[in-house]
């Protein structure tokens, strides 16, 4: 089976030409307009998202995990700025050298930096002054795609490309940081009264695994992450996995059943997080007088959709979940596999869904060289594997072979699960 | 000694006609203009101290004690309309009702209220809707003034009264937190590139004051805090009072001499909290290169001047000096009977000064009746009184009976000390 | 009105001859033998004292501001070691250097020490070896009363009399240590099970102190601790105190009438402790079924006896119950006045009292010279005085003058309170 | 390849008849004389273990990991009673119920308990109570196996057998816990003189795996622990395993390449963890003068051997260690399968290994009914597997699929790492 068969293409089906993702790397002679085409595209986007936002909305971080959306703003531009330009564009002035130090999010290599929980501190430069820097970027990153010399490409694509998803990443997150700094505002404020979940399939039974090796990992001509890497083989036992996410109705079950009150279906730690963090619902879940549960949305609070796939959610509950119903998660490679297979419904544009996988290294893993390695290895320990995509998951940015992670208690994230049954 | 014989006068010299502070609440006929022009007055120096900022600037609070400028803004205002307007004037429609919840700071006779240290999650109402805010309680104040029987004026003016000065007291603090908040900031943003500390006076020598009865505490015709009251006597002991607050050149010598090495100098709580957060100066002085040290100022960074009073100093700073110059703090008892004796130069608008004497209550002390009573009396434990006033106080806060307190580890505020010597 | 006048003499009434306090230091010629006889009287008591703890109740610290047994028996010998026997006897073999790092309370002077927090991770030396420790010490000391030249005894008196009163101060907090340790285990585990709180005087009515100048601080010839000093004129405004402590019926009144849940009583860091720890009785009570309240006593969990004066409770307690009564705490000068004018029942040997003085310095104090000026002075901001003397201080500790000082939240010494009245 | 190929048999080769581990729960007929000796030989272990500690040394619980030797004496002893004594003999009297409460670790389903944090307050029971509840235990088990009839021995024999195997689980805990107690004591005590890390073998190369479907996970007859479950096929890449231990000559050429000091070497949360602890070089390791590194051991602290295996290192120290030589750390299948090849010197006996595995369920899972469930699946997150057995580690104790568990910062065990490498 190969790594691109089954690739998420549902979410772009009403655009003709995607100018995302870019061409491959490798792909000659190198079309310099779809490059910056795609460059365009994504920091359109990210400008996009970040239009409804007051620069008071823009300005605060709600929690630790989470950044200012002007800090997004201005952190994916110093990551072409430091990587890209500053690097690979003789006499390219940088425009501010310490917003480098304000900038840089946790690249030890690329210098010292601003602590990370203290992102929501720095007033100054205004959004008005980073988007001054968003556009200095830009006009030197078009100048530079246009005027290198092909062999100057060669070394210049592959940072434009993982730039370019890295911009995408924070814009997924953008979205979700902006839900939580919401959430805390009694006030309940509306990002975009029109948002919505997309509705899940109507998708039932079961997809069901062989026994048998197959290859994992990424090994197209697409970009991929390194952690992605080497495409290995692995055994699959064999599974059964559901072809639908658990929805609010079935969450809604498990409540009424004691489910955050039964500690025999808690992991120890998940116990204790549900505990010191008051659990009784899934993330932005509140009771709302008699008319039931309201969850925070990105149009602020809404009655909770008993057909919607049930979202943010920590690994914790989702394994509590799936002991009180008899099940298991599926292992990231069984989600890998189904997926190609490709009869996986609702895998890409929903929710991430939580595997039961930790996030640890393939066999003879290696990182970028460079500041850029620091990118996805040094995050492999404590950690577990989501796949698929989310609704905030920009176009073109999923594939079979992603590996998001997560700490067990984070659940500010679009985060789902999809159940698993081992048959032998 | 009368209470109104010293006082401070010299801060607004150069003005005319003063507003602030307005007529006495019992003087008739009732001069509603004068009450219009003061709380006008009132109300555009916190647009004035608030004007230079950014949406962005007016958003953050960078530490539990601190609170944003919009925060300010809005909470001075539902302070008119919770005490004021709901309760006296009929049919006032309040603003929105929600904010009531948001910009309450601790009444809880008021009901409850954001949590303290959450105050900059709340970035909507945005600052443009805080100042609407802030223009519909403005116009129906000034026709409540304007309409109000003189028998409901007699009711009204003591709480617009106690209204004017809270607000004065949040403009000394916009500006204490905004200087944290800028501090923070690598770039080290400039509030006013004209900013100074006044210059002091050269006085030199001491007042000496001689055994007897003094009365002190509050008791003209003007406005005064409930913990002023009630007036009553107390022994003074003989001793000496420097007349020249301490600069920053003493502090050097201070700082030279190991001060902030020397455990036996300080106070056990005080090491701690020395040693906890790493103080070798005072506040916002960092280490410039060769170039010694600068402070974060309303100017940005500057060069410590070393004939400017010290300032951004703990009451254990404070208490460590003086045991370092063998001498002490003077007793609040002492700085006040000082003060109206009338040779106390820089008593008022450089830097509060701690005194060594605890916040607690005066000799039978009665708080004010309803919400407002927790405006001071809750206050009384832990804390250490402060005497004089600062740059930042507003033009007519200041009087010799005044009780400012902080806590002995706190020194975001302007705060500076002079020493004294008992005789006995 | 002198020093000594109404010095606290019931707690030994059934003692012939007292061998504590020992003789005046300036007494000549010196009577060695009761010096000797003090010195042994003051050790056995804190060995009596410890006799009912096998080494397991000796080893532990139950808390932060607690110390083990083990470690007051050799911390107090350690003090005769370090301050009189390594400095004034020739040619003394210290026991073993090592003890000194391990039994060093707070002295700075004197050394690096354990971490205070730390204490109970010392399980070596024993017991047995602590007692061997105080055996060699003991001889040494012995011989130094009974051999030392008179000149020589000029010097050393004064350490010695120091180093008896600060070992009777770790008698109390033995009994106070042990209290909750104990009190943590769900055994309830009995210290001796013939304690008993002694019984309350019938004391109604008030004493009235009038207007006037009164000197308080001691100046008497006996032992008294720096922070008595020096003895100086306060003014006395009129006030009524209670002759009687408040009991537990009268705690029980408040409790009945939502005391605890009624946030207007509270000071503000009151509030705050008081939820952060859950108290809702005062310390060690706890429900007992249908059987009311008991609280934890060196007899193990008691019925609360309702004549009994209340004991276990904070500042923090003390004056929100002031407070509800519409009444204040008497300062410590009015405590002192009182208790000098004779006529003030149950001020010593049932509960220490809280008073509303902060714990200051003196006009013109001056701390001892060398490491023993940390002895009081050093702790002097953020605490309240107690005054009086409660069952757990030894015989002859006790003093009009006598100032005792704790944090607001602290209740696990033998503390209560009494009520008092401003006149004017 | 049979689970018994290569038992770890060396540790216990100087005993002619082994009387642990017991016979098989399945073998007929029952040898009742071989299970009460395997219970007594278990039970006198403990009993030696803890011997040469004071009751001042079995008190104190000195970090929340560890807990008191008369606690872990007491546990183990509450786990007969509860699990096999309370539900199997009739009309067995339980020795104090109270105990129950205190000695109960996690087993929600077995009722409340002691907080784990606070065991070290618990004073009563004494040590002598404690083995008075032992010997009370004892007389009734070994009654118990003498006296049930077949059928009910049926029952029973697997509750005491994982009774035994707990126990002695406790028995390595009982020595890493006192090793870390005595370690916080500046008096370096010493539990046994003679105490010595075995030799490691003198092996050099490597061991090495080809490709192939390997069967893991235990299904012979004799006991295992849940998580050893269900046996079930694996797919082993191509790797070379080295044959020996990591030693203290590797490790100090790491540090003095600053592996402390290079952020790139480490995972993220382990840099941090580094930080904040302020590691340097393994746990208990101190520079002792000019005389280099010594560690505190059971025999108080020696000078390090080079030669002896590195021990007290987290993960991510090992992980640490692992990147800069440029290798990994095998996984837990990789190592089981070298263990049962039979080629693995220093598997046992020495220090347990860190795999690259997190601590994970088996496809298939099922935890043991009841309150044992709660035994080891409840850990399933945030944790790495460790492999082989150690110093520590009782006779009769170890087997190559037994799975040992802990966070990736802790350290106060006998952990230590080999190396491998991926082929492919």
Request: glycine letters at 8%; charged letters at 20%.
């Amino acid at each position: 089976m190969a790594a691109t068969a089954a690739f998420p293409a549902g979410r772009r089906a009403d655009r003709s030409e995607p100018s995302f993702p870019p061409p491959s790397i490798g792909a000659r002679p190198i079309d310099r307009s779809a490059w910056i085409e795609a460059y365009r595209t994504v920091r359109a986007e990210t400008e996009r998202r970040a239009a409804p936002l007051s620069p008071e909305d823009q300005q605060i971080q709600s929690m630790e995990d989470a950044s200012p959306t002007k800090w997004h703003r201005a952190h994916v531009t110093w990551f072409f700025e430091q990587f890209l330009l500053a690097e690979h564009l003789p006499g390219y002035a940088i425009h501010d050298q310490r917003l480098h130090y304000l900038f840089n999010s946790y690249y030890v290599a690329a210098g010292p930096r601003q602590p990370r929980t203290q992102r929501g501190l720095i007033t100054r430069p205004t959004c008005a002054e980073v988007a001054a820097y968003r556009a200095h970027v830009d006009r030197a990153v078009e100048a530079l795609i246009a005027e290198a010399s092909e062999a100057a490409l060669g070394r210049i694509l592959p940072i434009l490309e993982i730039g370019l998803f890295h911009e995408q990443q924070h814009q997924e997150l953008l979205w979700t940081d902006i839900l939580h700094a919401f959430a805390q505002n009694p006030l309940d404020p509306v990002y975009d009264a029109g948002w919505r979940m997309p509705a899940a399939s109507n998708a039932k039974g079961t997809v069901t695994l062989q026994r048998g090796i197959a290859a994992v990992g990424y090994d197209g001509e697409g970009f991929s992450y390194d952690n992605e890497s080497p495409r290995h083989d692995c055994l699959i036992l064999p599974v059964r996995l559901d072809r639908a996410l658990v929805r609010n109705r079935d969450w809604l079950a498990f409540m009424e059943d004691g489910g955050y009150a039964r500690q025999d279906l808690w992991l120890s730690d998940g116990w204790y997080a549900a505990q010191a963090q008051g659990w009784e619902a899934p993330g932005y879940w509140r009771r709302q007088g008699e008319g039931g549960w309201h969850q925070s949305s990105l149009a602020g609070a809404r009655p909770v959709d008993p057909d919607a796939p049930v979202t943010h959610i920590s690994y914790y509950e989702a394994d509590a979940y799936a002991r009180w119903a008899g099940r298991v998660l599926p292992t990231e490679f069984e989600w890998e596999v189904a997926a190609l297979n490709g009869d996986l419904p609702d895998a890409y544009g929903l929710v991430w869904q939580w595997t039961r996988s930790a996030y640890l290294a393939y066999p003879g893993y290696r990182p970028l060289p460079g500041a850029l390695g620091e990118y996805n290895g040094k995050f492999m320990s404590n950690q577990f594997v989501l796949r698929g995509s989310s609704v905030a998951t920009p176009d073109g940015h999923a594939r079979p072979t992603y590996r998001n992670f997560f700490y067990p208690h984070q659940r500010w994230q679009f985060t789902g699960l999809r159940l698993a049954e081992p048959l032998s």
